[in-house]
């Protein structure tokens, strides 16, 4: 359970970007995540798009999870691709989470979010997806 | 398995020193493919330059915001800096959440910094078993510096020491009295001994009593280093400079002085046996399976002594792992 094609465990980094000082959300889901196993690498709040990517290169981590409860989702996320991309680090998946309307949540699918899980997402189904989408993409 | 770049291929990207090579190939090595090791075999011959800097003390004594603190400072002389920072796994689920880039925000996007967190995974000694891989890897890669912050510890986590050529032994005010400073394992092995938050009143106390700890013993003291005591504030920035300076001081005797030569040489002598220790637990971990229930059951009914069980536990294991490897060993 919860862990790659190497057996080890999934390596997720969960990020606050920019002037959203909520991180109960993002810290309950750092608890589940690790409670099935996997390894968290939490930024922190206030990060920078540019701190975050870095950080998930670095710590070479199979999700990229972004949680946002400020509304700035549409700005953010394009600038996040594009330094992925920069980097050559576009194998990162990367998951959206937070609250925000509908149109947006579809629009960032269609940016390349891989998943949009929204606050009212139970747990369970948060690991399963992650997992899902990690097993997907296969061994790197 | 079409994305899969294979380890060798990495080696020549770590050493020009490739951010995505060397983060890819410090989670194979974490991985522990059989795959990786020839890769490891060729990163480690051409290490030795890079001074290891180990980290160590309490939870919470400050650690990840001393270092954040301290490699700011460093890369003031261009310096490049790796940071291999360990934090516990779960015993129950084995998930881990990694917490030190929190306080390592003001060094974030430096691209001369590359910072790594690494859950230790059952590895006892406040180390994750890879870390001393990740350390080669960046050692290659070109960081002049790299920092192993290890899990916070309590009394006699010591393994640090033997694998670092410079031990700074973290303290935090309030904690124990002149008894704890007198106790054997963890302040043994300081190289530089820092107290932190010394914005606090109690730190006077915590200074004095290793002070005075080190004039009693004349601990890891001799002609060639002399174990300074340092209090330093993260938010003053108080004693940050003295303690540059003693870290600067201590890697010209890791790398020009006898004392620092035999240093060196347990530091080897420990990756060895670490080495095999670790080879000879996956081996047994492997094979023991079907054994343990049984021999679980005998103990708990008190058919067998716990001695005799595991000496046939390991007997069986071995022997059964002995026969079934033959093949890929030869």
Same mark, same amino acid.
């Given at each position: 359970?919860?862990?790659?094609?190497?057996?080890?465990?999934?390596?997720? %980094?969960?990020?606050?970007?920019? %002037?959203?000082?909520?991180?109960?959300?993002?810290?309950?889901?750092?608890?589940? =995540?690790?409670?099935?196993?996997?390894?968290?690498?939490?930024?922190?709040?206030?990060?920078?798009?540019?701190?975050?990517?870095?950080?998930?290169?670095?710590?070479?981590?199979?999700?990229?999870?972004?949680?946002?409860?400020?509304?700035?989702?549409?700005?953010?996320?394009?600038?996040?691709?594009?330094?992925?991309?920069?980097?050559?680090?576009?194998d990162?998946?990367?998951?959206?989470?937070?609250?925000?309307?509908?149109?947006?949540?579809?629009? =960032?699918?269609?940016?390349?979010?891989?998943?949009? %899980?929204?606050?009212d997402?139970?747990?369970?189904?948060?690991?399963?997806?992650?997992?899902?989408?990690?097993?997907?993409?296969?061994?790197? | 398995?079409?994305?899969?770049i294979?380890?060798?291929?990495?080696?020549?990207?770590?050493?020009a020193?490739?951010?995505? +090579?060397?983060?890819?190939?410090i989670?194979r090595a974490?991985? $522990?493919? /059989?795959e990786?090791r020839s890769?490891?075999?060729?990163?480690?011959?051409?290490?030795?330059?890079?001074?290891?800097?180990?980290i160590?003390?309490?939870?919470?004594?400050?650690?990840?915001?001393?270092?954040?603190?301290?490699?700011?400072?460093?890369?003031?002389?261009?310096?490049?800096?790796?940071?291999v920072?360990?934090?516990?796994?779960?015993?129950?689920?084995?998930?881990?959440?990694?917490?030190?880039?929190?306080?390592?925000?003001?060094?974030?996007?430096?691209?001369?910094?590359?910072i790594?967190?690494?859950?230790?995974?059952?590895?006892?000694?406040?180390? /994750?078993?890879?870390? &001393?891989? /990740?350390?080669?890897?960046?050692?290659?890669?070109?960081?002049?510096?790299?920092?192993?912050?290890?899990?916070?510890? $309590?009394?006699?986590?010591?393994?640090?020491?033997?694998?670092?050529?410079t031990?700074?032994v973290?303290?935090?005010?309030?904690?124990?009295?002149?008894?704890? !400073?007198?106790?054997?394992? &963890?302040?043994?092995?300081?190289?530089?001994?820092?107290?932190?938050?010394?914005?606090r009143?109690?730190?006077?106390?915590?200074?004095?009593?290793?002070?005075?700890?080190?004039?009693l013993? /004349?601990?890891?003291?001799?002609d060639d280093?002399?174990?300074?005591?340092?209090?330093?504030?993260a938010i003053?920035?108080?004693?940050?400079?003295?303690?540059?300076?003693?870290?600067?001081?201590?890697?010209?005797?890791?790398?020009?002085?006898?004392? $620092?030569?035999?240093?060196?040489?347990?530091v080897?002598?420990?990756?060895?046996?670490?080495?095999?220790? !670790?080879?000879? +637990?996956?081996?047994?971990?492997?094979?023991?399976?079907?054994?343990?229930?049984?021999?679980?059951?005998?103990?708990l009914?008190?058919t067998?002594?716990?001695?005799?069980?595991?000496?046939?536990?390991?007997d069986?294991?071995?022997k059964?792992?002995?026969?079934?490897?033959?093949?890929?060993?030869?």
């Open positions: 359970m919860a862990r790659n094609v190497m057996s080890q465990p999934i390596r997720v %980094l969960l990020a606050k970007v920019g %002037l959203d000082g909520h991180d109960r959300g993002v810290k309950i889901v750092a608890r589940t =995540l690790r409670d099935n196993g996997m390894d968290v690498i939490y930024t922190g709040l206030h990060r920078s798009p540019e701190e975050v990517v870095t950080a998930a290169i670095q710590e070479d981590v199979d999700i990229l999870g972004v949680s946002v409860l400020s509304g700035v989702q549409l700005t953010i996320f394009p600038k996040i691709f594009h330094l992925l991309k920069e980097n050559a680090a576009d990162i998946i990367v998951v959206a989470g937070g609250v925000m309307p509908d149109e947006d949540a579809i629009a =960032l699918r269609k940016m390349g979010v891989r998943e949009v %899980l929204l606050q997402t139970p747990p369970r189904a948060i690991v399963e997806t992650l997992c899902r989408v990690v097993a997907e993409r296969g061994p790197r | 398995m079409a994305n899969y294979p380890s060798t291929k990495l080696v020549e990207r770590v050493c020193g490739d951010m995505r +090579a060397v983060s890819r190939l989670s974490e991985a $522990g493919v /059989a990786v890769a490891l075999a060729e990163i480690y011959r051409a290490t030795g330059r890079a001074h290891v800097v180990g160590t003390g309490v939870p919470g004594s400050g650690k990840s915001t001393l270092v954040g603190k301290v490699v700011q400072r460093l890369r003031a002389d261009g310096r490049k800096i790796g940071i920072a360990v934090d516990p796994s779960s015993p129950y689920s084995g998930g881990a959440i990694l917490g030190d880039r929190v306080r390592m925000s003001e060094i974030g996007t430096d691209p001369g910094v590359f790594r967190s690494m859950a230790t995974h059952g590895a006892i000694g406040g180390m /994750a078993r890879a870390a &001393m891989d /990740a350390v080669d890897i960046l050692d290659v890669a070109g960081y002049d510096t790299i920092i192993i912050e290890t899990v916070g510890v $309590g009394q006699d986590e010591v393994e640090i020491a033997r694998a670092s050529h031990t700074i973290v303290s935090a005010p309030g904690l124990g009295d002149e008894i704890q !400073a007198i106790k054997a394992g &963890m302040l043994e092995i300081a190289d530089i001994h820092v107290v932190s938050k010394c914005d009143s109690d730190a006077a106390r915590t200074l004095t009593d290793l002070k005075s700890m080190l004039v013993g /004349a601990l890891g003291s001799g280093w002399r174990v300074p005591v340092i209090g330093t504030s003053s920035g108080e004693g940050l400079d003295e303690l540059i300076d003693a870290i600067t001081r201590h890697r010209r005797v890791a790398f020009e002085t006898e004392l $620092g030569q035999r240093r060196r040489r347990s080897a002598e420990f990756r060895l046996l670490k080495t095999a220790e !670790a080879l000879l +637990a996956e081996r047994f971990v492997k094979a023991r399976s079907d054994r343990t229930a049984e021999y679980t059951e005998q103990l009914a008190r067998g002594d716990p001695y005799a069980l595991a000496c046939a536990l390991i069986h294991s071995l059964t792992e002995q026969g079934s490897t033959d093949d890929e060993n030869t």
